[in-house]
């Protein structure tokens, strides 16, 4: 790992999944939203990609696995990275729990991709945005790590007063769906936001999914409305001549 100086990385941010680690498998844990959505962002990275088996998947800021491991569960050979060490061990655990083979590496995105340049057909990096301090460093450095014609699948909140109210407010104050204090609401990205993230990485973005909980039928949906939760698909150009 680079030294602290230079990772961009916030140790507060990654201190509070720490102390909630052991309870990531939990499905009535504070990671209980990560289980719900699962399902929904696995069947569109898996519909989108031309299909998850046998694809090389880089998982980024993978946490307990909750993504990975699905991914894997569908014959994606995944590797998942995190600077979450305390995650990263129950991650660990669990893939020997449910007999999945994947590799969990303890390092930071930009690092990787100068060890591995352009060598993942998918690249994901799920709900974590949020919580770095440049997030425009990170999806450089998962666009590097894209293959020429492969993709990457990014989601985050979006900010507004509504997310404000949503993602803030509602779930951490009166529906009490995450701990209070797990999101920074300067920290939200707007779609235009990141996607001239995506654009300045050298990436086509290629769609915009908003995903949308309703909380008297405790039901998760992706759908058109992307003012608080939202994902993105974005495309690696094809090398020249291919
Ligand atoms: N992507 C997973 C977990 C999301 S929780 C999922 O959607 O299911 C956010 C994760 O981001 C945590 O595991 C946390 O340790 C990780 N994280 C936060 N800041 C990070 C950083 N700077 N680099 C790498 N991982 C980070």
Same mark, same amino acid.
């Given at each position: 790992m680079t030294d602290n100086s230079t990772l961009n990385a916030d140790r507060r941010e990654l201190d509070k999944f720490a102390e909630l680690a052991h309870r990531w498998?939990? %499905?009535? *844990?504070?990671?209980k939203p990560l289980h719900d959505i699962n399902p929904l962002r696995l069947d569109w990275i898996d519909e989108n990609c031309g299909g998850l088996a046998g694809k090389r998947v880089l998982d980024v800021g993978c946490g307990g696995g909750i993504l990975a491991e699905s991914m894997a569960a569908r014959g994606a050979n995944v590797t998942g990275i995190d600077l979450g060490e305390r995650a990263l061990g129950v991650a660990r655990l669990h893939m020997l729990e449910t007999g999945q083979q994947l590799d969990y590496r303890l390092i930071s995105a930009e690092d990787m991709a100068r060890e591995q340049p352009a060598s993942f057909d998918v690249v994901t990096c799920m709900e974590m945005l949020e919580h770095v301090p440049d997030p425009a460093s990170t999806v450089r450095a998962c666009a590097a790590l894209v293959k020429p014609g492969g993709q990457l699948y990014l989601s985050t909140i979006n900010r507004n007063a509504k997310a404000y109210l949503f993602a803030v407010l509602g779930a951490e104050y009166v529906l009490n769906l995450l701990p209070r204090g797990t999101h920074d609401y300067a920290r939200f990205l707007r779609p235009a936001e990141l996607s001239r993230f995506c654009r300045q990485a050298g990436l086509g973005v290629e769609e915009i999914i908003g995903m949308s909980y309703n %909380?008297? *039928?405790?039901v998760y949906a992706l759908g058109s409305d992307a003012s608080v939760n939202y994902l993105m698909r974005a495309g690696a150009p094809r090398a020249a001549g291919v």
């Amino acid at each position: 790992m680079t030294d602290n100086s230079t990772l961009n990385a916030d140790r507060r941010e990654l201190d509070k999944f720490a102390e909630l680690a052991h309870r990531w498998w939990d %499905p009535g *844990s504070e990671f209980k939203p990560l289980h719900d959505i699962n399902p929904l962002r696995l069947d569109w990275i898996d519909e989108n990609c031309g299909g998850l088996a046998g694809k090389r998947v880089l998982d980024v800021g993978c946490g307990g696995g909750i993504l990975a491991e699905s991914m894997a569960a569908r014959g994606a050979n995944v590797t998942g990275i995190d600077l979450g060490e305390r995650a990263l061990g129950v991650a660990r655990l669990h893939m020997l729990e449910t007999g999945q083979q994947l590799d969990y590496r303890l390092i930071s995105a930009e690092d990787m991709a100068r060890e591995q340049p352009a060598s993942f057909d998918v690249v994901t990096c799920m709900e974590m945005l949020e919580h770095v301090p440049d997030p425009a460093s990170t999806v450089r450095a998962c666009a590097a790590l894209v293959k020429p014609g492969g993709q990457l699948y990014l989601s985050t909140i979006n900010r507004n007063a509504k997310a404000y109210l949503f993602a803030v407010l509602g779930a951490e104050y009166v529906l009490n769906l995450l701990p209070r204090g797990t999101h920074d609401y300067a920290r939200f990205l707007r779609p235009a936001e990141l996607s001239r993230f995506c654009r300045q990485a050298g990436l086509g973005v290629e769609e915009i999914i908003g995903m949308s909980y309703n %909380p008297l *039928s405790k039901v998760y949906a992706l759908g058109s409305d992307a003012s608080v939760n939202y994902l993105m698909r974005a495309g690696a150009p094809r090398a020249a001549g291919v």
